[in-house]
């Protein structure tokens, strides 16, 4: 007699799309040393997305990066929601304006093509971002944490 799981988790990407968007976490994080991690859920415990994110954030222990030059997207599949999250050397590189129009950008992204091409969009800006606040330099800079997508409950 065969059980079935009481519980089973919904696949939000296809195996195709999970390595488009690894594949872009990888071609964005080689021009910098900034760590960028994917972080989707279905619903949201919280009542903040940002506040969510930052829970994330620290719970991948992201903050140990050696500049402080990571940044989290977080996604809440069902409640519609998203947040970017950015580590302090990011963040006061770049300030307030620029998060809220890359999240205004995945949004419309979002609406106008799939989830998946909207997640590597990100990836790709934010990337640049990195690459210009913090280029890679060949002597000291590691890959600092995995590129895998974070799948929570």
Known sequence: MALLPFFKKKEYFSAAEKVQIVAAIRAAEK???GEIRVYVESKNPMVNPVDRAAEVFYRLKMQDTQHRNAVLLYL?????ELALFADEGIYQKTGTAYWQ???????ATFRDQNVCNGIVQCIMQVGATLRDQFPYQPAEDKNELPDDIVFGK
């Open 101 to 107: 129009d890359a999240v205004k950008k995945i949004i």
């Open 76 to 80: 809440a599949m069902k409640d519609k």
């Open 31 to 33: 021009e910098t040393s």
